[in-house]
Each structure stands twice: as C-alpha cells, then as structure tokens.
C-alpha cells in the first residue's frame, strides 16, 4: 500500500465511525513485517518471518470513549469495527479530559527509513549472523558454545486520521544482531553476549558484536568471592540502561497521577546529581523509536526530564496532559494497532560526560566494575527500592583486577542517582534505552 492509500483506509475508518454514531473519531493503520534468523555452528538454525496489518479505531461520545480493532480493511470490516468501538463507548465511564489532538502544520522530518533494507537478499542477512558467530569464536579459543547468533529487522508502515483534521504517514525500519555464548576454562563457564540494533542496515558491524560478546564471557573466567563492603560502583552502560528502566515509568505523567512516582511533586527540585541528565528524544538521529509523531499524530519531541540533576517535567500524552492543563509531549505510545496511545518512551538515555571510562576507572583505589545484574525485575519502580544479584570486575589502584561472581548490590535508585559523581563519554544504547558508564561514589556490595 502506498501512503495515499493508508491514508485513504484510515480516513475511511474514520467516517465509518462518524456515521454509526461518534462526535469524534481516530484511526490508526499500522503495518508491519520482520524476520528473525538464528545460526549455530555455521548453520542456519530457524528462520521465522511474521507480517501483520491491521486498524484501530477510537471513537468519543461526549464524555466516553470507545476503541476497536480489525484486520478486515473492507468497507464492511471497518463499518463493523467502527459500531463494536461506538458500543464499547457506550460502556465506559467518562471523564473530562477525553480529546483527540489538534492537526499541526507539519512533522519534523525524520531519517528512520533505512530504502536499501527491503533489498537486501536473505543470504546477507544470514551471512551477518555467520561472521558474529565466527569472530566470537575466533577471538578467543575458550569460547565453546554459541548459543545463539541472531540477526533481526523489521519495517513498519503507520498511518493516521482524525476527525480533528491529523492525516499523516510514516515508514520506518530497525535491524540488529544479538548474540549469547559461553567460554569455558577447565570446570568454570562463563556467559556473555552483546547486542547492536540500528535504523541502517550498513551500520550493523557483526564482527565487532560477536568480539564483545567474547570479551564478556572470557573476562568473567576465574571470577572468585569478595567479601562485602561499602565501595565505589562503577556501572556498565547496559546495567545502567538496566536501572533507567526502572525509572522510567516514575517520569510518566500517568503514574504521577495515579500517585505510583517516587517523583510526584518534585518538579523543581533536585532528585539526583548534578552530573545526571535524563532525557527523552523521540526524534534523536539514529534512534531506533525516532518517529515524525507519536500515536497519536502529536509531534515528536525531546524532553530533558532531569537536568543537571533538577526535575523538570514528565512525559504526556493527550489524555494526561489534559489532565494537567499542559501540552502533550508527543508520548502516546502504541505498542500496534490493537491498542490505545498509553504514555510510554522513545530514545530514553542519560546524557554522557566527558570523561572516558579509562579515567572513571582510574580514580578508584577499591571497588567493583558491575557488569551484569541479575533480577532487576524485582526491583520496585514505585519506592526506587532494588537489591539485585551483581557480577563484574574488581578494582585495585586504579585498574581492573580480577573477576567476582556471587555479589549483590542493593540501594535506593533516587540516593544512586544522587551519588553519581563521574559519567562517562561513551554512550551507548540497546534497543530504546541508552546510557554511559557511570560512577557511584558508593553503594552497598554484599558478598
């Protein structure tokens, strides 16, 4: 389908539901395909590909709204959707601050579309996934086992239409490789992984990844106890990124208003150090959540939520900011066409320093590099309170030392974020979620 063509299919879901009795209408097209290839050994272990188009409808009545959903793009199919979204309406309790946004004069415009991706040839695809497994195993003779070396990508097509005047459409792809493996050294086995996803096809570098990967594992090799002791804590970008999604949903005006913020209230204070900047880009250069506009049709926009360790201001879509008499900040997020803009990231990532990792390193006498964690999920985004599993690399006078397993590290996210006090250079994202090294003055290690 051309972009005249969503448009025309959404703009007809639409006047379906104006005319089964709507004041107000929004249709949401979405479609999208993706493959996913995993090899081991050389082989091609499975390939799976998936493809699914579909429209959602949310229609208002007065003070309540309804949503449905079809993959029948007929006439009829959207007709018949439109009258389960009116119904459904007719069920929910309304609230004033139901709306749909106003029509903007343009979109920025946003390199997402990576043309030469739905060209490239399975073969190539494959042959990404081969060279990660291969320079994963050729670094290091102790890596043994490659779990999986696997090569993703995806292409997504969205339109939208309201009855506000929104039309508009955009194309956008992703692509990545990830990798897990194991090396091995007499009776000790070791993990580690690496991953790399980027809006063009040209930039994945699989021998780079698969290389990581080895690195991660092999260090981790004759990693012994250490006792327990407050120390400084310096903090791998993925287990940063790790801890900023735990904090995430505290920066969303929905859980400030359902009072599930440990941030509630403390706009204009200070809630971390001042090395500390969080922000929000949904139209970041190379993000892989970059987008013209959200799900909604309101612009995208960066918001720096915390500067310099001072709160700024949350994240919204309509309905909630609405509710708090601002403007939304171009974050109603769709998961796809099945459901209804709730407020969610894009490009979400801590600003980096200018300090290198090296150097963060180098100003420690005693302490633990953490490089991976383990049981993050536990941790609670409502009080900040976590106390996780913890892996990495000792640190003595300045350089890393030798490897530890077996620890735990617990805190609060507020009084880690307050007692940062170096960030690093090297930012780094996974999927949405960015961050650098950091460094925490101290934090309670456990052995």
């Not at 699989?206 to 002791?229: H, I, K, W, Y």
Request: aromatic share 6%; hydrophobic share 40%.
């Amino acid at each position: 389908m051309s972009s005249t063509d969503y448009l025309a299919v959404a703009g007809a879901g639409v006047e379906a539901a104006l005319a089964s009795g709507a004041d107000a209408a929004e249709a949401y097209l979405s479609s999208g395909t993706s493959i996913e290839i995993d090899v081991r050994e050389g082989e091609v272990d499975t390939i799976k590909s998936a493809a699914e188009k579909g429209v959602g409808l949310r229609v208002f009545r007065g003070r309540q709204v309804g949503f449905a959903y079809t993959t029948d793009l007929s006439a009829q199919g959207l007709k018949a959707a439109a009258q389960r979204a009116v119904a459904n309406a007719a069920l929910t309790a309304g609230e004033d601050f139901y709306r749909l946004p106003e029509v903007v004069p343009e979109y920025l415009q946003v390199d997402i579309f990576d043309p030469g991706l739905p060209e490239k040839q399975i073969e190539e695809k494959i042959g990404l996934a081969k060279q990660m497994e291969a320079a994963a195993r050729t670094h290091d003779p102790r890596v043994t086992i490659v779990e999986s070396s696997t090569y993703q990508d995806g292409i997504i097509e969205v339109g939208i239409v309201s009855s506000t005047g929104i039309s508009a459409y955009y194309q956008g792809a992703v692509c990545g490789l990830y990798i897990a493996l194991t090396a091995r050294e007499g009776e000790d086995h070791q993990t580690g992984f690496a991953m790399d996803f980027r809006p063009r096809f040209v930039h994945l570098d699989p021998e780079a990844v698969g290389r990581e990967a080895a690195e991660r594992a092999v260090r981790m090799l004759g990693a012994r106890s250490q006792q327990g002791m407050e120390v400084p804590v310096v903090v791998d970008p993925y287990v940063m990124v790790s801890l900023l999604g735990m904090l995430a949903p505290s920066l969303t005006a929905e859980a400030v208003q359902k009072g599930r913020s440990l941030f509630a209230g403390q706009v204009g204070n200070q809630v971390a150090s001042d090395k500390v900047t969080v922000v929000d880009d949904g139209t970041l250069d190379g993000g892989v959540r970059s987008a013209p506009f959200d799900g909604e049709g309101v612009p995208s926009s960066r918001s720096v939520l915390i500067e310099k360790g001072c709160l700024r201001g949350y994240l919204y879509n309509t309905y909630t900011a609405a509710k708090d008499g601002v403007s939304s900040t171009g974050n109603g997020v769709r998961a796809s066409y099945k459901g209804g803009p709730e407020v969610g990231i894009t490009n979400f990532f801590l600003e980096p320093g200018e300090i290198s990792p090296e150097q963060i390193i180098g100003e420690i006498s005693s302490g633990l590099y953490v490089g991976e964690v383990m049981g993050m999920h536990t941790a609670n985004p409502i009080s900040g309170d976590f106390s996780v599993g913890a892996t990495g690399i000792w640190i003595e006078q300045g350089r890393l030392s030798y490897p530890v397993r077996g620890l735990a590290i617990a805190g609060n996210i507020r009084d880690l974020l307050n007692a940062v006090d170096a960030v690093g250079s090297d930012l780094r994202f996974f999927g949405g979620k960015g961050a650098p090294t950091v460094r925490v003055s101290k934090l309670a290690v456990s052995g």
